[in-house]
């Protein structure tokens, strides 16, 4: 009996892979455990072993193709039976003999031949882009996919576009616009009453989002990591309202602090003291005191996680990952930056597995140095916020000393929160950037 390969889950709220490319060929034999295909998701690439040793008997999806978590990708035959199926399917029947023709029988007289109209399952043939969540709502809705337009990323099919209502005789392709009724006066309504919000949306981009290529371009084709990143981010912009606020902190005790035992910490550990374990912890403690934000929403609830476990966003050669500390608040300063580190270094080395990328419940984003003040990153769902670090600059702000104010040169980071205001209002989102700001500037941290 054959085994089937399916697509197992690669990560919290993954629910599709891009099959990249396949490590075998129907007919191969492979044994339990070997790889078998490279899949990418928005969050890990990772390799699927085989269930059992065997023959793959069928590839079921093609390179390139994306599929649900679940979905049969590939069947294996343990008995090793699939060549001869192979023989079997490859009988053609005899040609006719030599010399005689085969002709189709002509019309009766007076009747009118018309070719047969194009067969729907030739369409069906060529899958319809869409989300897991758009498949089964139309599936429940008893809705042909290929009726409607997506507004998806590549013309996918997203939820929001089963949620308009569509005339059961719309055509295929874009929508087109009737001419509005006009009054007596010859004057058109207005926009609202001349046609469906969705159909403004679909001529609005059909006029704007329109490039033509000009000379000199340079065409590059999203890879299927990339082209899952931007659904992911246009899903996550769609779901959760984002607001953002800013806070600028003086790091001047950080950095005393890290220059004091930086040497120290090096010689003893095997790696540098970044001042990113300390924007960590600072997090980790105030989001114990803000639990709103260390959250998530369920359809119509808010759940409040008791752990924390911290995203921490990695750049990669192929792109953005987001490895989780587990239990980040349990940790020391020195744990944090060990767990950073040997998470950082793998992720790089394509080291990860799928359970380290799955479960977080709030994400610190580090773009690194080089000339950035400070940015609003993209929540990383579930989750309803994310904190985002700017460059480190020396400013001149103004102190209180001995009871005057003076004009002083300090380090000066400014720290960016976007959160989701479906679940967080401006006071407990504000209270708990307020909070990671007294944190890093009291530097009281044991190093």
């Known amino acids: 009996m054959s085994v089937e390969v399916t697509l197992p889950e690669l990560g919290e709220s993954v629910v599709e892979g891009t099959i990249a490319k396949w490590l075998v060929k129907?007919?191969?034999?492979?044994?339990?455990?070997?790889?078998?295909?490279?899949?990418?998701?928005?969050?890990?690439?990772?390799?699927?072993?085989?269930?059992?040793?065997?023959?793959?008997?069928?590839?079921?999806?093609?390179?390139g193709e994306t599929v649900d978590v679940g979905t049969p990708i590939a069947r294996i035959d343990p008995a090793g039976n699939a060549a001869a199926g192979e023989q079997e399917s490859t009988v053609e029947p005899a040609p006719p003999e030599r010399g005689s023709t085969v002709e189709p029988a002509p019309p009766e007289r007076g009747s009118t031949v018309e070719p047969a109209p194009p067969e729907r399952e030739t369409e069906a043939q060529e899958p319809v882009?869409?989300?897991?969540?758009?498949?089964?709502?139309?599936?429940?809705?008893?809705?042909?996919?290929r009726d409607l337009r997506g507004s998806g990323v590549s013309g996918r099919i997203m939820k929001g576009d089963l949620a308009a209502p569509r005339p059961a005789s719309a055509p295929r392709g874009r929508p087109q616009l009737e001419e509005p009724a006009r009054s007596p006066q010859g004057e058109a309504p207005p926009p609202s009453a001349r046609q469906p919000a969705t159909q403004v949306f679909d001529e609005a981009r059909a006029r704007f989002g329109h490039y033509a290529?000009?000379?000199?371009?340079?065409?590059?084709?999203?890879?299927?990591?990339?082209?899952?990143?931007?659904?992911?981010?246009?899903?996550?912009?769609?779901?959760?309202?984002?607001?953002?606020?800013?806070?600028?902190?003086?790091?001047?005790?950080?950095?005393?602090?890290?220059?004091?035992?930086?040497?120290?910490?090096?010689?003893?550990?095997?790696?540098?003291?970044?001042?990113?374990?300390?924007?960590?912890a600072a997090t980790v403690r105030a989001l114990r005191e803000f639990p709103a934000l260390n959250a998530s929403v369920i359809e119509d609830a808010i759940v409040e996680k008791r752990d924390i476990h911290l995203g921490i966003a990695v750049q990669a050669d192929k792109g953005l990952v987001v490895p989780v500390v587990r239990n980040a608040d349990r940790l020391s300063l020195s744990g944090l930056a060990a767990a950073i580190d040997d998470l950082s270094l793998r992720a790089r080395n394509k080291r990860l597995s799928a359970d380290e990328l799955k479960g977080g419940s709030f994400t610190v984003s580090n773009p690194g140095r080089s000339g950035n003040l400070y940015g609003f990153a993209i929540i990383n769902q579930?989750?309803?916020?994310?904190?985002?670090?700017?460059?480190?600059?020396?400013?001149?702000?103004?102190?209180?000393?001995?009871?005057?104010?003076?004009?002083?040169?300090?380090?000066?980071?400014?720290?960016?929160?976007?959160?989701?205001?479906?679940?967080?209002?401006?006071?407990?989102?504000n209270g708990f950037l307020h909070r990671v700001r007294e944190l890093l500037e009291e530097g009281d941290f044991d190093v």
Do not use: C, W
Not at 133 to 143: K, L, S, T
Not at 220 to 230: D, T, Y
Not at 413 to 422: G, I, V
């Open 129 to 145: 882009r869409s989300t897991p969540v758009a498949r089964r709502m139309a599936e429940e809705a008893g809705i042909d996919l």
């Open 26 to 63: 129907e007919g191969d034999r492979v044994e339990r455990d070997q790889p078998l295909v490279e899949v990418t998701t928005d969050k890990v690439d990772a390799e699927i072993p085989a269930p059992e040793g065997g023959v793959v008997e069928v590839i079921l999806a093609a390179e």
């Open 213 to 280: 290529l000009q000379e000199g371009d340079r065409v590059i084709p999203m890879s299927p990591l990339r082209r899952i990143v931007a659904e992911h981010m246009v899903y996550s912009k769609h779901t959760s309202p984002h607001v953002g606020t800013v806070a600028e902190v003086d790091l001047n005790r950080v950095v005393q602090l890290r220059a004091r035992h930086k040497k120290r910490f090096q010689e003893a550990n095997g790696f540098a003291l970044t001042y990113l374990p300390f924007i960590v």
């Open 382 to 429: 579930p989750q309803v916020g994310i904190l985002r670090m700017g460059e480190i600059v020396k400013r001149p702000v103004v102190r209180e000393i001995d009871g005057n104010d003076a004009i002083v040169v300090r380090p000066i980071m400014h720290l960016a929160l976007s959160y989701d205001h479906r679940a967080v209002d401006g006071a407990p989102a």
